[in-house]
């Protein structure tokens, strides 16, 4: 049977056109640290905390992986010989990658910096047996509770009634922190940091339009992110030289619209 491109055309149209991977937004609930004042190494960042996670930081994630699954299986033999068969027993979520803009500020990175202190304390400036500034203990390890939150990720699913596709990584936590390349030849660029997270399991629901009572707000909420974090992406692919005074002052003025204080 020979290729009828207007038969591809109305498959794809019966289910709703294909995805398109750039409509996404991640949230990240403040992890409970962020709440503690008791002097030690789990005082958390309050000022930081809200501000963080409701205006800053879904603006500036510009990767993220939705998590996968693999099955786990063990050998079996059914009469003690013969073929190997398998069996599963289990599955297995493989880490989350996550890509974020770093502002000037260094928000991000002291977000998770902090963050991952708060599993590990890494800080070393009292010595190996002294207590760092903040009152913690070279590797010593914080508590499973206190690190872990929600990491959310949405999308825009271009189906009928623009439906959105919630993907909630419960008990999350950064497990990497990659490193900051600079290059001085790097005029047209944005400096960008890598996070793995790794977590207990993951859940996925869909938003409708016509839903329960709220779900309409919800979705237009959603959507309205959607269209918020769209002009910023335009804006920071846009970012190049400034060729004088006024055009720094305007991409300035351009990047400070789209991302809230």
Not at 9 to 18: E, T
Not at 21 to 50: D, Q, R
Not at 58 to 68: D, H, I, W
Not at 175 to 184: C, E, F, K, Q, T
Request: charged letters at 15%; one cysteine or more; glycine letters at 8%.
């Amino acid at each position: 049977m020979s290729f009828n491109v207007n038969e591809f055309q109305a498959r794809l149209n019966a289910v709703g056109g294909l995805q398109k991977p750039n409509l996404f937004y991640v949230e990240i609930a403040p992890p409970p640290w962020m709440f503690k004042n008791n002097g030690g190494f789990l005082s958390g960042l309050a000022t930081l905390g809200s501000a963080l996670n409701n205006t800053t930081l879904r603006f500036l994630c510009s990767s993220v992986n939705l998590p996968g699954i693999s099955t786990l299986f063990a050998d079996v033999k059914r009469q003690n010989y013969g073929p190997i068969e398998r069996r599963a027993y289990g599955v297995v979520f493989p880490n989350v990658d996550t890509v974020f803009y770093v502002d000037n500020a260094n928000t991000v990175l002291r977000f998770f910096h902090k963050w991952m202190q708060n599993i590990v304390q890494f800080n070393t400036e009292g010595g190996e047996l002294g207590a760092t500034g903040n009152g913690g203990y070279p590797f010593e390890v914080g508590y499973y509770d206190d690190y872990v939150t929600t990491v959310t990720i949405y999308f825009l699913d271009e189906t009928s009634g623009f439906s959105l596709r919630r993907v909630k990584l419960n008990e999350a936590y950064p497990i990497s922190l990659g490193d900051v390349s600079m290059n001085w030849s790097s005029n047209d660029e944005v400096a960008t940091v890598a996070s793995s997270f790794s977590y207990r399991n993951f859940t996925t629901d869909w938003l409708e339009p016509a839903g329960a009572t709220g779900g309409l707000s919800r979705f237009l909420s959603a959507l309205d992110k959607f269209q918020q974090i769209r002009t910023s992406v335009s804006t920071l692919g846009a970012l190049r030289a400034p060729t004088s005074v006024a055009d720094a002052v305007n991409l300035v003025s351009n990047v400070g619209a789209v991302l809230p204080r």
